[in-house]
């Protein structure tokens, strides 16, 4: 019941998180990948586990770098929104596993309380209940969600965020990161 709580309360602090401020635009993934230290001092700042720090990208969204960060039992939680600003997509990312016997147990967002129906797509999973869906991706002892209300992003959008999810670059590490952090702290 948990992550049930935790997917709820994460789709409905998207549109807090999402309004009152500009987004930076993303970088792309323009670069090397983060070196490791990098990266640990970006999850430290974030409050999360370096091996959780994913990223994506899908046109026509942006990453609003002040929703990256711990979010719930030390998942990483980040939200990406169209250049219209109206449509949001959620990145978590977490240690649980995916599999066909747990899947359809495992509640989703906003709908928690309603039942799950499960597709495996490639090497990832396409999740539906009630009004919202998700691909989770499962990575190296992660799984990254991304999560989405289903009248608002179709699933094509969806599935082009999750082939799109990776380890940052240096490039983007930087420009998600407040100005005035840098890796040696």
Known sequence: MTRNVRALLALSLLPVLLTGCGADKGSGTTGAAADSAELAAAAEDWGVEPELVYVTEVSGFTVFPASLGAYGDGEFAAAYRSD??????????DHSTLTAENCAEQPLGADALKPVACEQDGKAWYRTAGEVHEYAV????VVVRLIADKKKVDRTVLREAAEAVHRPSADELAALRPAGDSSDT
Do not use: C, E, V
């Open 84 to 93: 219209k600003g109206s449509t949001r997509i959620g990145l978590f990312a």
């Open 138 to 141: 499962p990575r190296d002892g």
